[in-house]
C-alpha cells in the first residue's frame, strides 16, 4: 500500500497538470503552443538539467558500472524498438524516439529518491544524464529527420548537459545566487510540458490511443527485460540494479512530445504514448518496485 500511495503521490501532479491543459484547451482559450515549447526546451529544460547534475554526489567506484550499464541498456533498446518500428511499418521520426527515452527526469529521480533514498537518487541522475546525452544527440537527430550534427550541438539542453557533466566530474557549483535563480528557472520546465501535453491530449482521436496502449504495453515489458538482463550482465549491486530498472521502465517521456511538436513529427500520436504510459505507469511501477524494495 506504501508503494502505491508513493506512486500515486507521484503521478498524481502529472495528471493533474496535464488535466489543466487539457481543460484549458477544450474551453477555447488560447494557447500558444509554438512559443511555449520553445520557452521550455530552450530555457527550463537546460536549467533543470545543469542544476540536477551539478548537485549530485556520485560514488566515483559505482558511477562507471552504472554508466556503462546505462549505455549498454539505451543501445540494446534504440536496435530493439528499431527493429519493431520496421516491423510493424510505423512512422521512424514519430515513433522511434519516444519508446526508447523514459519520464527519467520528472518521475524517474524524485521515485528513485522516494524509494532508495539519497543514494538512489545519485545513482538514477547518472541514467538521467545517459538518456539525456543520447535523447538531444541520436534522438534530435531522428525526430529532425537528419539535418546536420551542428544543430544537435546547438541544442541547448545539449549544452547544459555537458556543462553540467563537467561540473559534476570537476566537483564545481555554481555561487548560491546564481544556483537558486538557475533552480527557479528550472523549476519552470515541468509544468510547461506538462500543461502542454494536456492541451496536446485534447485534440488526440480514439484511434490514437488505441494503438497507444498496444504500443506501451510492449514498451514497457521489453525495457523491463533491457534493464534486468543488462543490470545482472554488469554485476549491480541492488539499490544501483533495482535503480536501473526503474529509471529505465518509466513511461514516455515528456520531452519526446515537445521535440515532436518542434521538429514537425506527428505530435498528437507521441502525446497518446506519453498519457497512456504515464497511466499504465500507475499500476506497472508499484509492481515493479514491489520486486526491488
Not at 493533474?16 to 481543460?23: K, Q, R, S, T
Not at 506501451?216 to 538482463?229: F, G, H, I, N, P
Not at 544501483?240 to 519526446?256: D, H
Amino acid at each position: 500500500m506504501n508503494l502505491i500511495t508513493t506512486v500515486m503521490q507521484i503521478v498524481a501532479p502529472v495528471c493533474i497538470l496535464a488535466g489543466i491543459g487539457f481543460a484549458w484547451a477544450k474551453l477555447g482559450y488560447e494557447y500558444r503552443m509554438e512559443f511555449v515549447t520553445r520557452l521550455s526546451m530552450t530555457l527550463g529544460v537546460p536549467c533543470l538539467i545543469f542544476t540536477a547534475l551539478m548537485k549530485t554526489n556520485i560514488n566515483p567506484a559505482a558511477l562507471t558500472s552504472v554508466l556503462l550499464a546505462s549505455v549498454v541498456a539505451y543501445a540494446l533498446l534504440t536496435v530493439i524498438f528499431w527493429g519493431l518500428v520496421i516491423v510493424l511499418k510505423l512512422d521512424r521520426r514519430t515513433f522511434l524516439a519516444p519508446l526508447i527515452f523514459g519520464n527519467t527526469g520528472n518521475l524517474g529521480l524524485p521515485l528513485a529518491l522516494f524509494a532508495f533514498g539519497e543514494a538512489g537518487l545519485g545513482y538514477a541522475v547518472v541514467i538521467f544524464a545517459v538518456m539525456v546525452v543520447w535523447s538531444f544527440t541520436f534522438g534530435i537527430w531522428l525526430v529532425s529527420g537528419g539535418g546536420s550534427l551542428l544543430r544537435v550541438i546547438k541544442e541547448p539542453a545539449m549544452a547544459a548537459t555537458l556543462l553540467g557533466a563537467l561540473f559534476l566530474w570537476q566537483g564545481w557549483s555554481t555561487p548560491l545566487w546564481l544556483t537558486n535563480s538557475l533552480d527557479l528557472i528550472g523549476q519552470m520546465a515541468i509544468p510547461l510540458m506538462l500543461i502542454t501535453l494536456g492541451v496536446a491530449i485534447a485534440r488526440l482521436g480514439v484511434g490514437q490511443l488505441g494503438r497507444a496502449f498496444w504500443l506501451s504495453l510492449a514498451r514497457a515489458a521489453l525495457c523491463l527485460l533491457v534493464a534486468v538482463a543488462t543490470g545482472w550482465a554488469f554485476g549491480l549491486q541492488s539499490v544501483p540494479l533495482a535503480v536501473l530498472i526503474l529509471q529505465i521502465t518509466t513511461p514516455v517521456a515528456v520531452t519526446s512530445y515537445l521535440l515532436a511538436e518542434k521538429y514537425g513529427a506527428d505530435a498528437d500520436a507521441v502525446a497518446g504514448l506519453v498519457i497512456v504510459s504515464t497511466v499504465m505507469s500507475i499500476v506497472t511501477l508499484p509492481l515493479t518496485l514491489s520486486f526491488l524494495i
